[in-house]
Structure formats: C-alpha cells, structure tokens
C-alpha cells in the first residue's frame, strides 16, 4: 500500500493554470452568494471615484446565477481587452523578431563578450535588476516589463541558467521597486494625495525601504542562479528549457557582422530608445507601447530579409501562443467582475477594516497591510485601490493611533505579492511571454513572497 500510494505521489500533477483560476471563479460566485451585498458612496475628485467612510450600507442582496460562471469570463474578455490585444500584437511582433535572428545574435556576441571578462558576468543580474526595480519606483513600471521578458530569457539561458532567472530580472526587479516606490505617482502620489499627506512626503525611509526590498529580491534571485548553474537539472522548468533554442550553444558560433545584422540591431535598439522615451516623457501606455512593438517587428522583419508571407506565418505563430494566456486573464478579470456585480467587494473591505479597529497600533499596520493583500487579489491597480481604501483605511488609522504615512506604507507594500496572483493580467502576462505554467512559478515565488512579507511587517513597526 505504501508504493502504491508512493506511486501516486509521483504521478500527481498540478491542475492546468486555466483550471485553478476557473476554480477561483466557482469559489468567489460561492462567496458571493455568503456574503451580504452593500455600498459605500463614493464622490469625484480628481477624475477618480473616492470612498466616502461611514457611508456603508447593506442592500437587497444581489443573486447571481450560475450563469454568471461562463457569463463573467466572457466579460472578463472585455474588461481585459486592451492587455489581451497588447499581448498578442506583442507575441506576434517578437516572433517575427525572433525569426530574423536578431536577438541570438545579439545574445552571442554579448555572450562571447563576457566570456573574455567572467567577473562582468557576475553583474549582469544585480545591475539590470537595480534599473527595472529604479523604472517601477520612479514610473511606475508594470505592463511595460512584458516584453522584456522575451530579452532577458535567453540572455539567462546562454549564461547558464533558466528561464525563471530570465523572467526574475525585469519582472521581479519591476516589482521590488513598484511595491517598495518612494517616487511612484500612481501609488505613493495618489495615496497621500487622498489622504491629505504632503506629496512625496516620508521620503527618506521609502528610499531606504527600496535599497533594502531590492537587494532581497536580487539576492534571491543571485542565489538561485548559483544553484542551477551548478545543478541545472534542479530547475523547476530544466524540461521546458530543453526545448528552447539555447543561445549557449552556439556559444563558440559567433557569427560575423553583416551590413543587414547591424541595421536590423540598429532598429531594435532604437526602438528600446524611443520606448523609455515616450515612458518617461509622454506617459506612454499599452496602446502606444503595443503599436510601436508591432511597427518594430514589422518593421525588422522586412530590413531582416524574411518573406511577406514569413512575416504574416510568424504574426500568426507567435499571436497564437497568446491565446492560452488571454484565456487565462479573461478568467482572472472575472473575480473582479463577479464581486462587483454582485456587491460584496465593499462588504469585504467594511468587515476587514472593522476587524482593525480594534487591534493595537503595531498589530494594526501589519493587519492593514494583510487586508490590502487580500484586496490586492481582486483590484490590481495601484491608482484603483488607492481610490477605493484610502478615504476608509486613513480615518481608521486615526482612530488606532497609526500615523497616515504608516497607512499609505502598508498599502504600497501589499503590491509586493503581486508576482504570485493568479488573478494579475501583468503576472500572467510576463508568465505567458515567458511560457512558464503558473503553478511552476508559484512553487518558487512562494517562499519569496513569505520573505517578503515578513520584511514588510518588520518595516512597518
């Protein structure tokens, strides 16, 4: 019985990444049904619906019907729309990149580069992680990490190590400095601004909070690298990387230049230029982020010497590898959808903020930031969340004795979980670029995000 049952422990596998989040869809449709619905008032200011406190009401109960478990990922499409077309016209322009050959060139000959300086090697993950994390600190970086995913992948691998290290660098980085930002104006900006904070204000421990959120997260992810480089069959994902085209490989392969490469080269690294331009300068979004990719592509495929029809082949080709994520974000959006709908996202947070009330101050913060993660699940958007939990969370702060920076702290913290919710268009979004099953990523993130965690409590004594 006992190699029997050891037997089945070996051939358990994680349910499909579709299955888990349509499960989340039946379980909140249930909660739904639980919880009362109700509503606080809400008032404009500044373009932004904002929470009125004390102004919670129960209402009729709102039922949604079972229906409502194929109804709302149908919506969800919709809801999502903007972030499944960008990552398709993003998968199609990179696999008509990819075609011409430009990115394994580009990762041979920096390959070869560093083969002759082994300690620059060493860098390659703290610095390029130190300015992702700069860009989500600063500006807010999320949606814009997701192509990048697809540059930094094969530059781990033809280092020797895997693509969760590929997907750590600009993802995780993005993260550490979007959840621990002492500039953000989506999140740090917005908050304080609601709450009546002088701007930017509390800035030196925000800085000091992003140095120490930062190193943690690139330690970790230094460490592990380590390990696969040494034992490369321990990787979660050693299966899925055999079946990557390995620019490792070629390493003693270095092609020479051409007038085509070089001109193609040109194009990509011109159009990175005018990305962090039109971020920086002209608060460029998904929908001018998506059309310069797709016009990139295009773009180089024609300078890159493929054919009309291997360009439209590989759209097509690289467009398709999308649709299991798409399906995915659909579903994720649905959560929201389905608690909206049926009222009880103002429920939830009336109770949670209920339970602080009577907690001591240190205890409270650390519970705010616990309701923020749970918040966080269903409402991803940092300038959304602020809108909704901040006219609540600061006069309860004040009735606990916490200070409302420490408030508008814990909320910014909570984004730190992001990388692991299921229910994240920008985390299933870089997963689907990457072709990495969630469960894969959540099995590794986890203990991280425990980490993480446990540093936010201590920071926010």
């Known amino acids: 019985m006992a190699e029997a049952a050891s037997k089945s422990g070996r051939t358990f596998r994680m349910p499909h990444t579709l299955v888990i989040v349509g499960s989340l869809v039946v379980f909140v449709l249930v909660l739904a049904w639980l919880l009362p619905s109700g509503t606080y008032q809400?008032?404009?200011?500044?373009g932004r619906q904002v929470t009125i406190p004390?102004?919670?009401?129960?209402?009729?109960?709102?039922?949604?019907?079972?229906?409502?478990l194929v109804l709302a990922p149908i919506k969800g499409f919709l809801d999502g729309a903007l972030i499944i077309a960008f990552l398709l016209l993003i998968g199609g322009a990179f696999s008509v990149i990819q075609a011409t050959g430009t990115i394994e060139f580009a990762?041979?000959?920096?390959?070869?580069?560093?083969?002759?300086?082994p300690n620059l090697t060493k860098l390659v993950i703290p610095v390029l992680m130190c300015v992702f994390s700069l860009?989500?600190?600063?500006?807010?970086?999320?949606?814009?990490?997701?192509?990048?995913?697809?540059?930094?992948i094969p530059l781990a691998i033809s280092l020797g190590y895997d693509s969760i290290v590929g997907t750590a660098i600009p993802f995780l980085g993005a993260a550490a400095g979007f959840g621990a930002a002492f500039f953000n104006?989506?999140?740090v900006g917005i908050a304080q601004g609601i709450v009546g904070l002088p701007l930017y204000s509390g800035l030196g421990y925000r800085a000091a909070t992003w140095?120490?959120?930062?190193?943690?997260?690139?330690?970790?992810?230094?460490?592990?690298?380590?390990?696969?480089?040494?034992h490369p069959e321990s990787s979660p994902v050693f299966e899925i990387d055999q079946t990557r085209e390995k620019s490792a490989s070629h390493a003693g392969e270095v092609e020479p230049w051409t007038a085509r490469r070089a001109i193609?080269?040109?194009?990509?690294?011109?159009?990175?230029?005018?990305?962090?331009?039109?971020?920086?300068?002209?608060?460029?979004f998904i929908e001018e982020i998506g059309a310069l990719f797709l016009a990139m592509g295009l773009v180089m495929g024609i300078v890159g010497g493929l054919k009309r029809d291997d360009v439209a082949s590989s759209f097509v080709a690289g467009a398709k590898d999308m649709v299991n994520v798409s399906l995915i974000i659909a579903c994720g959006r649905a959560l929201l959808i389905i608690a909206r709908e049926a009222q009880v996202l103002d429920t939830i947070l009336f109770y949670g903020s209920g339970a602080i009330s009577s907690l001591p101050g240190v205890v409270a913060a650390q519970v705010m930031f616990?309701?923020?993660?749970?918040?966080?699940?269903?409402?991803?958007?940092?300038?959304?969340?602020?809108?909704?939990?901040?006219?609540?969370?600061?006069?309860?702060?004040?009735?606990?004795?916490?200070?409302?920076?420490?408030?508008?702290?814990?909320?910014?913290?909570?984004?730190?979980?992001?990388?692991?919710?299921?229910?994240s268009a920008v985390t299933m979004g870089v997963l689907g670029m990457a072709k990495i099953p969630w469960e894969k990523w959540a099995r590794w993130f986890l203990p991280l995000m425990l980490t993480l965690m446990v540093l936010a409590f201590l920071l926010l004594v």
């Open 42 to 46: 809400t008032v404009e200011k500044a």
């Open 54 to 68: 004390g102004t919670y009401q129960q209402v009729a109960k709102v039922w949604l019907g079972p229906q409502w």
């Open 107 to 117: 990762i041979r000959r920096i390959t070869a580069a560093l083969a002759t300086h």
């Open 135 to 152: 860009a989500g600190s600063v500006f807010g970086m999320a949606e814009e990490v997701i192509p990048f995913v697809l540059i930094t």
């Open 185 to 187: 104006p989506f999140t």
């Open 211 to 230: 140095f120490v959120t930062t190193s943690v997260m690139v330690g970790w992810v230094m460490a592990y690298a380590a390990k696969v480089k040494r």
């Open 264 to 284: 193609v080269l040109s194009i990509f690294v011109g159009s990175m230029g005018v990305l962090v331009w039109g971020i920086l300068k002209k608060q460029w």
């Open 370 to 423: 616990v309701v923020q993660c749970i918040i966080n699940f269903f409402i991803h958007s940092g300038t959304a969340q602020a809108a909704l939990t901040m006219p609540i969370m600061a006069p309860l702060a004040d009735l606990v004795g916490l200070t409302r920076q420490t408030m508008v702290f814990a909320y910014q913290l909570c984004e730190l979980i992001n990388p692991i919710l299921p229910t």
